[in-house]
């Protein structure tokens, strides 16, 4: 199994990203498709989900709810997160992950992406 991570850069504050992750080796439909993100000196925190104990909804964490959307396109077994209204504390290296499908907290996840650098300057 195997995700690659892109769609980082350098934004302003108020800017728009959208990041994917591609996924070979499992089907993104059938496992928990997660997003998290890891800022300098901090732990890696959840960002946003889709599992089986969210039904297949996607669940936020409180600071991105209202401004990030993670989304999958199962044609091209590929994850998203939209990520709108950016913030200076969003600034954080990004990680899409992959677990079983009851899936939720971050130790959950047994597939991990190489991260993308997301930089958003005030």
């Known amino acids: 199994v195997q995700l690659q991570a892109s769609g980082g850069g350098l934004v302003q504050a108020g800017s728009s990203l959208t990041l994917s992750c591609a996924v070979s080796?499992?089907?993104?439909?059938?496992?928990?498709m997660g997003w998290f993100r890891q800022a300098p000196g901090k732990e890696r925190e959840f960002v946003a989900t889709?599992?089986?104990?969210?039904?297949?909804?996607?669940d936020y964490a409180d600071s991105v709810k209202g401004r990030f959307t993670i989304s999958r396109d199962n044609a091209k077994n590929t994850v998203y997160l939209q990520m709108n209204s950016l913030k200076p504390e969003d600034t954080a290296v990004y990680y899409c992950?992959?677990?079983?499908?009851?899936?939720?907290?971050?130790?959950?996840?047994?597939?991990w992406g190489q991260g993308t650098q997301v930089t958003v300057s005030s």
């Open positions: 080796g499992r089907t993104v439909s059938s496992y928990a």
């Open positions: 889709i599992s089986w104990r969210s039904r297949g909804n996607p």
């Open positions: 992950a992959s677990g079983p499908p009851w899936a939720t907290g971050l130790g959950e996840y047994d597939y």
